[in-house]
T-cell receptor, first 116, second 114 residues
Framework: GAGVSQSPSNKVTEKGKDVELRCDPI?????LYWYRQRLGQGLEFLIY????????KSGLPSDRFSAERTGESVSTLTIQRTQQEDSAVYLC??????????????FGPGTRLTVL | AQSVTQLGSHVSVSEGALVLLRCNYS??????LFWYVQYPNQGLQLLLK??????LVKGINGFEAEFKKSETSFHLTKPSAHMSDAAEYFC????????????FGTGTQLKVEL
């Protein structure tokens, strides 16, 4: 079966522009996560969706960042008015439902965002 | 809040030598611990995980890790390094009730030399 896919694989944009990053989770996975990996740093949690529950947005660094998820399917991470410090690899992961247990997260290949 | 510290951003070993990658965690509740590997231009792949069962956890590709509560450590080892083990390794922690979100260390780049 297909793994987690992300598009685009690379995105170069100018400072101040908006960008949208897409994630297609593994079919049947109700949980979806976004992480950010800046150069020389570990992965930072951004946001988490679990089924119909309200998303956990506690990791979003500013109100320029937002994400949506359509049902238990595709998710889009939007960054408005991009800044150079937003340059990073954005990783999406999915897992089976997480109520009361810890499950493996499967990661996509990431989107490399470069803000000029 | 939980956190992870990986000692050594770069580790170099000879092929056939022992691999030891260090990870220490901080958590106010019993943690779940993970090691992920990232090969160049690929996504993260789970090597192994500790979920409060056996303290010695065996993973893929001959790797294993031991959970030591007294030392708050979860070091990753492999008896004999192979060239194909060259990659970046991330330790991560999660807690129940935390929504399964992972808190990662800064990673250790493993280099394997002939």
């Amino acid at each position: 079966g297909a793994g987690v896919s992300q598009s685009p694989s690379n995105k170069v944009t100018e400072k101040g522009k908006d960008v949208e990053l897409r994630c297609d989770p593994i079919s049947g996975h109700t949980a979806l996560y976004w992480y950010r990996q800046r150069l020389g740093q570990g992965l930072e949690f951004l946001i988490y969706f679990q089924g119909n529950s309200a998303p956990d947005k506690s990791g979003l660094p500013s109100d320029r960042f937002s994400a949506e998820r359509t049902g238990e399917s595709v998710s889009t991470l939007t960054i408005q008015r991009t800044q150079q410090e937003d340059s990073a690899v954005y990783l999406c992961a999915s897992s089976v439902e997480t109520s009361g247990a810890i499950h493996e997260q499967f990661f996509g290949p990431g989107t490399r965002l470069t803000v000029l | 809040a939980q956190s992870v510290t990986q000692l050594g951003s770069h580790v170099s070993v000879s092929e056939g030598a022992l691999v030891l990658l260090r990870c220490n965690y901080s958590s106010s509740v019993p943690p779940y611990l993970f090691w992920y590997v990232q090969y160049p231009n690929q996504g993260l792949q789970l090597l192994l995980k500790y979920t409060s069962a056996a303290t010695l956890v065996k993973g893929i590709n001959g790797f294993e890790a031991e959970f030591k509560k007294s030392e708050t450590s979860f070091h990753l080892t492999k008896p004999s390094a192979h060239m194909s083990d060259a990659a970046e390794y991330f330790c991560a922690v999660s807690i129940t009730g935390g929504g399964n979100k992972l808190t990662f260390g800064t990673g250790t780049q493993l280099k394997v030399e002939l």
